[in-house]
């Protein structure tokens, strides 16, 4: 099955709800949210947040992003049998750190950025920078 006809752009809507509700949050602003399509799990829906002040702007100690994964909820509907929602959340200090190390969470995210199968769903004009890691 090709990613094309997997989740990928099929939930952007709800993404951008999802993005929207996650924009009201005040203590940890969403700066940038892009919607993905990695190689790995097609039928899986993929959303990359960087927000500021999370996790009080410090680095892992694990060296990679963190990636939180949801099956269906009533916020959530995910039709698919079996598919699940995974969340990758960094600060943007976290974000710039995995770029330079290249880890695997921002290998997959920058692979579907130069493959066409993401989209950048918000990115706060303040930090324009962050996108440009990506591109």
Known sequence: MSIAIGSFPTFREHVEDLVNQH???????????????P???PDDIFLFE????????TIADEGDLLEV??????YFPIITRNSK???????????YAAA?????????IKE???????????L??????????LS
Do not use: C
């Open 69 to 74: 994964i949801y099956g269906p909820t009533g």
């Open 85 to 95: 929602l995974h969340i990758i959340l960094a600060s943007p200090d976290e974000f």
């Open 124 to 133: 706060d004009p303040a930090w324009a920078r962050l996108g440009q890691v």
């Open 23 to 37: 924009r009201k949050l005040m203590d940890e602003p969403v700066l940038m949210a892009v919607y993905y399509a």
């Open 39 to 41: 190689d790995r799990d």
């Open 112 to 122: 579907a950025v130069e493959s066409n199968r993401s989209q950048i769903i918000f």
């Open 100 to 108: 330079e190390q290249r880890t695997p969470l921002f290998r997959e």
């Open 50 to 57: 960087v927000l500021d002040n999370f996790s009080g702007n």
